[in-house]
């Protein structure tokens, strides 16, 4: 049962422009959710979170929006450099003891 | 500098033959966790610990075993790994409270045959 879901596997954008990277979940009592960003041979990193109090958040190139009725969120690059292509997984927490991942989405930017 | 670290980071083995996967965290948090990440599944987590000698598991936890006997390791064992096993593992910790983000080790890639 997967509830936290990313159903873009990867994702092709150019340079410059907008990336947006989409999850969706099924647990209506998440309350935090994180992204993180990983390079190959290199654990993930944390990028950008969002309280679900809130609908936005944002962080220099980086901003996640947060639909709590279509339990959705999305993360916003702009614009989208090279250092950026990695993989990105999206996660969700009820209270603050762990952490449940979608499957991830490989972002490439195309110089 | 604040990190987490693995060893190995690399290991093939065979079926049945007992290992341990080290994690250390020098950041001083309480909560440390382990994950494995597997295609088309992302990262599950196996079991976690919110502090020494308190342990509980994830979401995967058949076929390992952890203990925490110090705040700041947190070793994964199989002991008695099979195929099924082959996969990228990640130990990552926290700090307790109000904290969400974690940070994550390098990652230990084992291969069971």
């Known amino acids: 049962d997967q509830q936290v879901k990313q159903n873009s596997p990867s994702l092709s954008v150019q340079e410059g422009r907008i990336s947006i990277l989409n999850c969706d979940y099924t647990?209506?009592?998440?309350?935090?959710f994180l992204w993180y960003k990983k390079y190959p041979a290199e654990g993930p990193t944390f990028l950008i979170s969002?309280?679900?109090?809130?609908d936005k958040n944002e962080d220099g190139r980086f901003t996640v929006f947060l639909n709590k009725s279509a339990k959705h969120l999305s993360l916003h690059i702009v614009p989208s450099q090279p250092g950026d292509s990695a993989v990105y997984f999206c996660?969700?927490?009820?209270?603050?003891?762990?952490?449940?991942f979608g499957t991830g989405t490989r972002l490439t930017i195309i110089p | 500098e604040a990190q987490v670290t693995q060893n190995p980071r690399y290991l093939i083995t065979v079926t049945g033959k007992k290992l341990t996967v080290t994690c250390s965290q020098n950041?001083?948090?309480?909560?440390m966790s382990w994950y494995r990440q597997d295609p088309g599944l992302g990262l599950r987590q196996i079991y976690y610990?919110?502090?020494?000698?308190?342990?509980d598991k994830g979401d995967v936890p058949e076929g390992y075993k952890v203990s925490r006997k110090e705040k700041r390791n947190f070793p994964l064992i199989l002991e008695s790994p099979s195929p099924n096993q082959t996969s990228l593992y990640f130990c990552?910790?926290?700090?307790?409270?109000?904290?969400?983000?974690?940070?994550f080790g390098p990652g230990t890639r084992l291969t069971v045959t």
């Open positions: 950041m001083n948090h309480e909560y």
């Open positions: 610990s919110m502090n020494v000698e308190v342990t």
């Open positions: 647990n209506s009592m998440f309350d935090y």
């Open positions: 990552a910790s926290k700090r307790q409270g109000a904290s969400y983000e974690q940070y």
């Open positions: 969002i309280s679900s109090i809130k």
């Open positions: 996660a969700a927490s009820v209270g603050n003891e762990k952490l449940t």
